[in-house]
């Protein structure tokens, strides 16, 4: 099996805090999607942050182990020199350019490709999303939360990513939404042929789309396989699934 992301015993720790990842191990194979689930805390954003060469950002750093993208060692690596070499996500709270029309947002993730195919990339995105090309001279501000979330997809597909990393696509949106956004995400995977890994809180939208899944609990792996081992196992309702409802969310 060709892996696109394999992470080898890795441990992060934020200042002088204790370990927020602690010996994680993780594979996403070519074209496969990986699900990332875990509580609030967990320390799936942080695993994001490690891969994505963001730590630093964010005052934390490596303390073991590696990160392999398609065979080559990536951690340490800033996160402009991951994205030529074909990482793109799209991060925890989009973090779209709000001053920036729509289409210079695009033109941001389209940075890394040579200029001839800058066009054909913005004609993809937007064929893929038509409320994006409606609204391209927009401020991006001034979108909705959905709309916003499109763009960060936008933005992160444009340059044509072989493994894509997602942060919490759906927090805040409503589930119809949501599962548009989902859709157009698993045609970009079918079209472009991108991995990728999907941290998302409603862990029964996940498995319904991942072949695959990890559990974090306090920055540990407790629990791996098939997505449909992962949602059989009793771990998944006690450790996880249970806080979720606990905290009011609803499942499709
Ligand atoms: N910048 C930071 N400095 C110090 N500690 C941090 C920082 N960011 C995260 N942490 C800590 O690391 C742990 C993991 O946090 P992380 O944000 O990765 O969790 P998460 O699984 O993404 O949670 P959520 O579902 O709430 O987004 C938590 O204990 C958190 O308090
Ligand atoms: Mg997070």
Redesign the pocket.
Do not use: C
């Given at each position: 099996m060709s892996l696109v992301l394999d992470i080898q015993g890795l441990s992060v720790a934020?200042?002088r805090?204790g370990l927020?990842l602690e010996d994680v191990h993780m594979q996403v194979p070519k074209g496969g999607i990986v699900a990332l689930l875990?509580?609030?805390?967990?320390?799936?954003?942080?695993?994001i942050r490690a891969v994505t060469g963001l730590l630093d950002l964010?005052?934390?750093h490596i303390t073991a182990g590696q990160v392999r993208l398609s065979g080559q060692i990536v951690s340490g690596l800033p996160a402009h020199r991951l994205v030529r070499l074909g990482m793109g996500q799209v991060p925890?709270g989009r973090l779209v350019f709000k001053h920036l029309s729509v289409e210079d947002n695009l033109r941001v993730g389209a940075a890394v490709l040579p200029r001839a195919q800058v066009q054909d990339g913005l004609d993809a995105v937007y064929h893929l999303f038509p409320r994006l090309l409606e609204r391209r001279q927009q401020a991006a501000g001034w979108m909705s939360g959905g709309e916003q979330q499109m763009l960060a997809l936008g933005r992160a597909m444009i340059a044509k990513p072989k493994l894509l990393l997602v942060d919490?696509l759906s927090l805040g949106l409503a589930p119809l939404i949501v599962r548009d956004i989902y859709k157009q995400l698993l045609v970009i995977g079918e079209t472009l042929g991108t991995a990728m890994l999907v941290?998302e809180?409603n862990a029964n939208l996940a498995l319904s789309f991942a072949q695959s899944a990890y559990l974090?609990k306090q920055?540990r792996v407790v629990l791996s396989g098939s997505a449909a081992e992962v949602a059989a196992n009793p771990l998944m309702k006690s450790s996880y699934l249970g806080e979720a409802k606990a905290a009011g969310e609803s499942t499709p």
């Amino acid at each position: 099996m060709s892996l696109v992301l394999d992470i080898q015993g890795l441990s992060v720790a934020y200042n002088r805090k204790g370990l927020a990842l602690e010996d994680v191990h993780m594979q996403v194979p070519k074209g496969g999607i990986v699900a990332l689930l875990g509580a609030n805390g967990a320390g799936k954003t942080t695993l994001i942050r490690a891969v994505t060469g963001l730590l630093d950002l964010h005052h934390g750093h490596i303390t073991a182990g590696q990160v392999r993208l398609s065979g080559q060692i990536v951690s340490g690596l800033p996160a402009h020199r991951l994205v030529r070499l074909g990482m793109g996500q799209v991060p925890e709270g989009r973090l779209v350019f709000k001053h920036l029309s729509v289409e210079d947002n695009l033109r941001v993730g389209a940075a890394v490709l040579p200029r001839a195919q800058v066009q054909d990339g913005l004609d993809a995105v937007y064929h893929l999303f038509p409320r994006l090309l409606e609204r391209r001279q927009q401020a991006a501000g001034w979108m909705s939360g959905g709309e916003q979330q499109m763009l960060a997809l936008g933005r992160a597909m444009i340059a044509k990513p072989k493994l894509l990393l997602v942060d919490e696509l759906s927090l805040g949106l409503a589930p119809l939404i949501v599962r548009d956004i989902y859709k157009q995400l698993l045609v970009i995977g079918e079209t472009l042929g991108t991995a990728m890994l999907v941290v998302e809180q409603n862990a029964n939208l996940a498995l319904s789309f991942a072949q695959s899944a990890y559990l974090l609990k306090q920055g540990r792996v407790v629990l791996s396989g098939s997505a449909a081992e992962v949602a059989a196992n009793p771990l998944m309702k006690s450790s996880y699934l249970g806080e979720a409802k606990a905290a009011g969310e609803s499942t499709p």
